[in-house]
């Protein structure tokens, strides 16, 4: 995978090495940050009648807005990522 991302954006597998560990370790501290959130959003959207495109649609708004207050810096697909990560915990609870 390395190499072939390497390939794709041209650049050499050492840089890859490099920035593939930090980018890893930025993404879980986000994550363990925006979780409990997205938890809680999660849990009070899911007493609501809307439906579920809706409610994933507000809780990814709403952790937006709360990571934002937090200083966090978080990408649209983290954000969502981290939202269907909560709604498979609460599924499995």
Known sequence: MKTFFAKLVGLSTAVI???????????????????????????????????????????????????IARGITASESLLRYTVESAVQKL???
């Open 17 to 67: 090495n490099f920035y593939l560990p930090i980018l890893k370790e930025l993404i879980a501290s986000c994550m363990a940050s925006l979780l409990p959130i997205a938890l809680e959003l999660v849990s009070s959207l899911a007493q609501t009648d809307k439906s579920s495109a809706e409610k994933r649609s507000e809780a990814v708004g709403l952790l937006r807005e709360a990571a």
């Open 91 to 93: 599924k499995t609870q």
